[in-house]
């Protein structure tokens, strides 16, 4: 008793997309937005609107990326979470070129780990790279992880338009299978060849074009084979998996009819069908979708130890989200495993 979170006992709220950003990258994404070298649509909608706006939404935001001490640890108090599992906010260092991100990781990481030193109850990391150097970047996942005692990997979606169905990034797999910690793969505004009539629309951000974005990259590495070449690679969704979930009928009998017809000839046939990598090796979290009948359709789908509560902060911090989480139809373990204890395993929490 007599700790900030006390008042919970029936279960700790651990929320799993939770968002920052280093002072040093958000100057640096306003002068990739102001040089003209940008070359993501996206990117320049994402940060033009939250470098830009003097909104109300863009300041809190913009603010409270940058904060991993009180002010964070304040909204923390006030919603009953008890411990926020931190990631570089998207699309971190994937937009930059090679050089510029492998040092920004190190930076961002470094950063990160300093909060989570300061607040070890508060605060797990998960560690950023640069995919745009593979090499580099399996080994600052090695760094983090067995240094900094990170217990997961955050890829923003593409990496300059290039996804990890690309055999060439599988170093970044291979090393977080081998640490034993999950890939979050979050949303990033959809790749130059995908976004423009989502775009045209304003549609490409979190309403809908991520979700595009991110569920399309999670397939197309499900169908590449990269869970028959690292099987016990865990993989996590926000935004309870980015539809997929719903699809997982129609994508096993498509996938099969169309390696039956040897429809494209580089789509190899795999060990198991589609849904089956989606129910065992993916997580979901639900990141801003506190909506009873979506939890407890993806509880049915992917089983009740798949689904992992996540609030987004900052993006959506709204109190009344968490008592509609807490209020989800659930018996009083399967609530347990939903808030926190799901959360413990997958990121390897029990020696924190
Ligand atoms: C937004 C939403 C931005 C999410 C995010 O990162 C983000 C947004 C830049 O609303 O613009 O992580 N989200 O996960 O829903
Ligand atoms: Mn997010």
Redesign the pocket.
């Known amino acids: 008793m007599g700790d900030s979170v006390s008042f919970i006992d029936a279960y700790r709220r651990i929320a799993t997309?939770e968002?920052f950003a280093p002072p040093e990258m958000l100057r640096m994404y306003r002068e990739l937005l102001a040089s003209g070298r940008n070359d993501d649509p996206g990117f320049m909608s994402m940060w033009g609107f939250y470098s830009g706006s003097r909104s109300e939404r863009a300041t809190f935001i913009i603010e409270r990326l940058q904060d991993l001490d009180a002010h964070r640890i304040a909204d923390m108090d006030a919603t009953g979470i008890s411990m926020q599992v931190v990631s570089l906010?998207?699309p971190g260092v994937q937009v930059f070129d090679a050089e510029t991100a492998k040092s920004l990781s190190v930076l961002a990481n470094d950063q990160l780990a300093d909060a989570v030193r300061r607040h070890p109850q508060r605060f797990v990391g998960l560690a950023a790279c640069a995919p745009q150097d593979p090499a580099h970047a399996a080994q600052e996942i090695e760094r983090c992880v067995r240094t900094l005692g990170f217990r997961g990997v955050i890829i923003n979606s593409h990496t300059r338009h290039e996804y990890l169905n690309d055999a060439k990034f599988w170093e970044i797999c291979e090393a977080a299978e081998a640490l034993d910690v999950p890939i979050y793969l979050?949303?990033n505004t959809p790749s130059r060849g995908m976004i423009q009539p989502l775009l045209e629309r304003g549609l490409d951000g979190?309403i809908y074009g991520f979700a595009v974005e991110t569920g399309m990259h999670a397939l197309s590495m499900i169908t590449a084979g990269v869970f028959d070449r690292f099987p016990k690679l865990k993989l996590v969704l926000?935004?309870l998996g980015e539809a997929l979930p719903f699809w997982l009928y129609r994508l096993d009998y498509m996938h099969q009819a169309s390696i039956r017809a040897n429809r494209y000839p580089f789509l190899k046939p795999l060990r198991q069908p589609v849904s089956a990598y989606l129910r065992e090796n993916v997580y979901v979290t639900t990141?801003?979708m506190p909506w009873a009948p979506a939890i407890r359709f993806c509880q049915e789908v992917l089983g009740d130890t798949h689904v992992l509560y996540?609030m987004?902060y900052p993006?959506q911090y709204v109190a009344a989200e968490v008592a509609a989480s807490d209020e989800v139809p659930m018996d009083a373990e399967c609530r347990r495993r939903f808030f926190q204890t799901n959360a413990e395993a997958l990121f390897g929490l029990e020696a924190h």
């Open positions: 997309e968002a906010t998207s979050h949303p979190a926000g935004h990141s801003g996540a987004d993006y």
